[in-house]
């Protein structure tokens, strides 16, 4: 009986025994798993990669159900970093469409995106995509001012322009008005006068007061043509105003009118 209590006593305790170590080794099972997903999900928010977020999520699964508090707890952390990485890539998609349109609703829209990066851990994110945004702006308010400055310059232009046109179109008119006008007295511009071969005033011949009857002083000059002298007041001894005896044709003076010449 005692022999039979004995061995009963000595299977229970080996069984305890085994138990209590069986129990140790799920713990530090359990510990080393629970560190290795915590860890997990320190470099997945370090890194931000799918790649470590895929690891930490394996960590989490081999998590055991004694350590369910500590599961849900980094299964939660692990969501929230997913959220803030769905933040992130939700303003800079915003932020590239906004920098594409350069409308006024998308830049509106991503300034509301940016408001919502509240938490710590989006800091540094907000920060840098409000300084990208507002250099968007900025930029965008350049471009504006240089294309009224701009498009004032084309009008400023466009008036001076049309200003050298009218005053064209008045020359021009100006100018055919003139070569229209009748022969008469008229008033000439600087340009008709340009064009116009200037008159020449008429001088009369000096009066010959040589004895010789003609004006150039040359004795018996053939013609009588290089000095004014009145037809009836040119005579000479022969009876013509050329002094040459009988002059062919008789038209040289009025003496010899009506008289033809045989020859």
């Not at 040359?218 to 009588?224: K, N, V």
């Amino acid at each position: 009986m005692l022999v039979t209590i004995g061995i009963t006593f000595g299977i229970v305790h080996q069984n305890q025994v085994k138990a209590e170590r069986i129990a140790q080794e799920r713990r530090k099972t359990d510990d080393k798993n629970l560190k290795v997903a915590t860890a997990a999900i320190t470099t997945a928010y370090q890194t931000r990669a799918d790649q470590a977020i895929k690891k930490a999520e394996t960590a989490l699964s081999k998590l055991s159900k004694h350590q369910k508090t500590n599961q849900t707890k980094l299964t939660t952390k692990l969501t929230q970093l997913k959220g803030f990485l769905k933040q992130i890539s939700n303003v800079n998609d915003s932020l590239a469409k906004a920098t594409q349109s350069k409308s006024e609703q998308d830049i509106k829209a991503t300034q509301a995106l940016i408001n919502q990066e509240t938490d710590d851990y989006l800091k540094t994110d907000q920060t840098t995509a409000q300084n990208k945004l507002n250099a968007l702006i900025a930029q965008i308010a350049k471009e504006k001012a240089e294309a009224k400055s701009k498009s004032e310059a084309q009008a400023q232009q466009a008036v001076s322009e049309a200003s050298q046109q009218a005053d064209h179109t008045t020359e021009v008119s100006d100018y055919q008005t003139y070569v229209e006008a009748p022969q008469g007295a008229y008033q000439t511009s600087d340009r008709a006068n340009s064009t116009l071969a200037p008159q020449q005033n008429y001088q009369t011949p000096a009066q010959n007061s040589d004895n010789n009857g003609n004006a150039s002083g040359i004795t018996d000059s053939p013609g009588g043509t290089d000095g004014y002298q009145p037809w009836g007041e040119w005579q000479s001894s022969n009876g013509n105003a050329s002094g040459i005896t009988d002059s062919p044709g008789c038209w040289d003076t009025p003496n010899n009118s009506g008289i033809v010449w045989d020859h």
